[in-house]
Nanobody, 123 residues
């Protein structure tokens, strides 16, 4: 069974920093694009940042210059370094990954989500 486990959320003051981590475990053949999404109360889930297996990144305009996404392919882990946090960054942050798993007799590709981790930016 494949799992995406997130960690690193919490409460931080405006201007502060947090680092989120998300590790994939299970019968993994390969992980392609990984990313972070967020959903604030009453709003739709939105993409924050994505990174390909080769390291190409993409960021939402609202976080450019403040957030950095990275990954360690040897650990099947993606990170989100968040600096200069603002109250509007408050949301549940979800990890997402495009993963091919090994099942009985074949490979199976799918889009997987973590359970979410709360980030609250408040004084």
């Amino acid at each position: 069974q494949l799992q995406l486990e997130e960690s690193g959320g919490g409460l931080v003051q405006p201007g502060g920093s947090l680092t989120l981590s998300c590790s994939a475990s299970g019968s993994i053949f390969s992980i392609y694009t990984m990313g972070w999404y967020r959903q604030a109360p009453g709003k739709q889930r939105e993409s924050v940042a994505t990174i390909t297996r080769g390291g190409s990144t993409n960021y939402a305009d609202s976080v450019k210059g403040r957030f950095t996404i990275s990954r360690d392919n040897t650990k099947n882990t993606v990170y989100l370094q968040m600096n200069s946090l603002r109250p509007e960054d408050t949301a549940v942050y979800y990890c997402n990954a495009d993963i091919t798993i090994i099942t009985t007799g074949h490979l199976s590709s799918g889009d997987y989500w973590g359970q979410g981790t709360q980030v609250t930016v408040s004084s």
